[in-house]
Nanobody
Framework: QVQLVESGGGLVQPGGSLRLICAAS????????MGWYRQAPGKERELVAE???????NYADSVKGRFTISRDNAKNTVYLQMNSLKREDTAVYYC???????????????WGQGTQVTVSS
């Protein structure tokens, strides 16, 4: 069974920084992609950033230049470094993955439980 566990969320003042961590566990052979999504109250879930198996990255326009996604393949972990945080970044942040599990079974849309990020003074 594959699981994604997020950590690193919390309360931060505008202009501050946080680093989110998503650790994957289980019988994982390879990742096709990993990403971060967020959902603010009353809004739809949206892509924040993603990174492919080849290392290509993609960011939402609203976070370009402020957020950086990275990964540690040896630890099956993906990070989201968030700098210059704004109030509108407040949301629950979810980790997402598409991966190959045991037997090279492809699993898409694996989600973590989410971690709350609140940007407020």
């Amino acid at each position: 069974q594959v699981q994604l566990v997020e950590s690193g969320g919390g309360l931060v003042q505008p202009g501050g920084s946080l680093r989110l961590i998503c650790a994957a566990s289980g019988s994982i052979l390879s990742f096709y992609s990993m990403g971060w999504y967020r959902q603010a109250p009353g809004k739809e879930r949206e892509l924040v950033a993603e990174i492919t198996s080849g290392g290509s990255t993609n960011y939402a326009d609203s976070v370009k230049g402020r957020f950086t996604i990275s990964r540690d393949n040896a630890k099956n972990t993906v990070y989201l470094q968030m700098n210059s945080l704004k109030r509108e970044d407040t949301a629950v942040y979810y980790c997402n993955a598409a991966l190959a599990a045991a037997g090279w079974e492809r699993l898409d849309d694996i989600w973590g439980q989410g971690t709350q990020v609140t940007v407020s003074s």
